[in-house]
């Protein structure tokens, strides 16, 4: 005869787990618990072989690090500063993502501040990270001086990106905006252009003005005029992209070719070109930078230089830990890729 299915006949709840320790990761991934610790707070100098068991070990057992118990024991937040210019920019979302990426197996949060190209509110950023204690800080393609940066390094480990920048406790990475705008352009000048417009970014910014200097450079080289009527400013948004068509074409200055500074730039100005009834590339050739992951599906096909957004991000935060361990980064990224696709094509007559 069966029980009656009451209260007390119920199946009683699961036991919790017992929690996972340091010395069981250590079991798992064949080293000691001091090795498991120092990997996992940054400061082991150990063969990639035997990081990797330790984050494997890690994930195979669910090991979640006290950061509060870790931080009371090294005096550290497991915390990293992360100024950004717009959080709901794509590029800087893979940046981010890129961060995110790298400071998680290691215990490390990042807390993000987003300064919109305002060196007042980097400045702010980075006090308000400083007063939460953070362990480190990553700024991404920052406004301010270098003589601002260099003074916050004083307190704390600091990784820059979007210059060259060196000091004690300050490291920072670089892409070849310059050599990028070059190789664009010449890909147009090999085309057969010869009245290519630029959009610029914004030129108070060192990346923007690299770009330039890049695209004077290739049309010094192949020969061709630099005509200031073709490069009209942009702000590295879509609507600028847009808008600099819209002045391009109401100056009446011929062009064949557009080179934008960046991708999303790029699609504002195809949608002007498509209001103006021109067609891209039968009419006008284009080009951006960034290669941002939504730039392969436009229509069509967006022809543009590689920028390893998210790439930037993960060696970002490799350096800052490496700068708290108190060792060197070494990390530098690779050099710009022009990545041909359909947006670009022979150049008509004028």
Not at 19 to 33: D, K, Y
Not at 168 to 188: I, K, M, Q
């Amino acid at each position: 005869m069966n029980k009656p299915n009451t209260p007390d006949a119920a199946a009683a709840p699961a036991l919790p787990k017992a929690p996972v320790t340091l010395q069981m990761v250590a079991e798992l991934a064949g080293v000691s618990p001091s090795t498991v610790s120092r990997i996992l707070n940054g400061t082991a100098v150990v063969s990639g072989a035997k990081r990797q068991a330790v984050l494997e070990a890690t994930k195979t057992l669910g090991f979640v690090p006290n950061p509060l118990a870790r931080g009371l024991a090294g005096g550290k937040t497991f915390s990293i500063g992360v100024v950004t210019q717009a959080i709901d920019s794509p590029f800087y979302g893979a940046a981010l993502r890129g961060i995110e990426d790298e400071l998680d197996p290691m215990g490390y949060s990042p807390l993000f501040m987003s300064a919109h190209w305002n060196p007042t509110a980097e400045a702010r950023c980075l006090e308000l990270l400083q007063a939460r204690r953070v362990d480190g800080i990553v700024v991404l393609m920052p406004r301010l001086s270098d003589s601002a940066l260099l003074h916050c390094a004083q307190s704390l480990p600091v990784v820059v990106t979007g210059r060259e920048l060196r000091g004690d406790r300050l490291y920072s990475l670089n892409f070849d905006n310059f050599a990028g705008a070059f190789r664009a352009t010449e890909h147009l000048l090999a085309l057969g252009h010869r009245h290519i417009a630029f959009i610029t970014g914004d030129e108070e910014h060192p990346d923007a003005a690299e770009r330039h200097q890049g695209y004077r450079a290739a049309l010094q080289a192949a020969g061709v005029p630099y005509d200031p009527r073709l490069v009209v400013p942009g702000m590295y948004h879509e609507l600028s992209g847009l808008d600099a068509v819209n002045r391009l074409i109401a100056h009446g200055s011929p062009f064949t070719a557009i080179f934008a500074a960046n991708d999303q730039m790029a699609a504002g100005a195809a949608l002007g070109l498509y209001q103006h009834g021109l067609r891209v590339p039968d009419d006008v050739s284009l080009v951006g930078f960034d290669d941002l992951p939504n730039s392969v599906y436009s229509s069509p096909p967006l022809s543009t230089i590689h920028q390893p957004a998210y790439e930037l991000g993960r060696l970002a935060a490799a350096s800052v830990l490496q700068l708290i361990a108190g060792t060197q980064p070494t990390a530098q990224l690779p050099r710009p890729e022009l990545l041909v696709r359909a947006s670009s094509s022979v150049a008509r007559t004028l």
